[in-house]
């Protein structure tokens, strides 16, 4: 099926560890984002894409590195894993702005714990 | 600072009825408004969209209205069915044109048959 695609689901990590999370869509657009989301908190936006090759921060990039590696994959980086990065992560991807307004799709999410 | 507020507190309806969810914000002006269903351990689904010179939007059963003098957007669900149940997250664009959103906390519907 068209979508986002997200890898892993679930990952326990220890303190100071590193890893990537992977992220893919099939529906040829142009924007990519990351997000968290943590209880009670709604989503907030770590990094986002506008378009391939570019990567800008959202409003928690701190411990966070991204790559648009292609139109279609946007990977999301942890250094040094800490236990405030205990979260689930939803990757996102939609139309380009300018063309009208598109609604986000999402992937499944991959929920992180770091111990 | 920007700032979207959905109820914290789950709203419980009969099915059949009619569900109205709240969005209120703060310190911006959206060109345009979102509304999302997420349910249990699954990413957010777009449900709809409004624009700041439309004042309601509708799609089958959904009805959003966008108040921007009220700062708010209300959302309704019609002839509700448990399957309605799930969290509801309204999303704000914060750039301008850029399609960065900021979300709220979401407000959860249960759907008693």
Known sequence: NAGVTQTPKFQVLKTGQSMTLQCAQDMNHNSMYWYRQDPGMGLRLIYYSASEGTTDKGEVPNGYNVSRLNKREFSLRLESAAPSQTSVYFCASSETPGQGVYGYTFGSGTRLTVV | ?113
């Open chain 2, 1 to 113: 600072s920007q700032k979207i507020e959905q109820n914290s507190e789950a709203l419980n309806i009969q099915e059949g009825k009619t569900a109205t969810l709240t969005c209120n914000y703060t310190n911006y002006s959206p060109a345009y408004l979102q509304w999302y269903r997420q349910d249990p351990g699954r990413g957010p689904v777009f449900l709809l969209l409004i624009r700041e010179n439309e004042k309601e939007k509708r799609k089958e059963r959904l009805k959003v209205t966008f108040d921007t003098t009220l700062k708010q957007s209300l959302f309704h669900i019609t002839a509700s069915q448990p399957a309605d149940s799930a969290t509801y997250l309204c999303a704000l664009d914060r750039s301008g044109g850029y399609n960065k959103l900021i979300f709220g906390a979401g407000t959860r519907l249960a759907v008693h048959p």
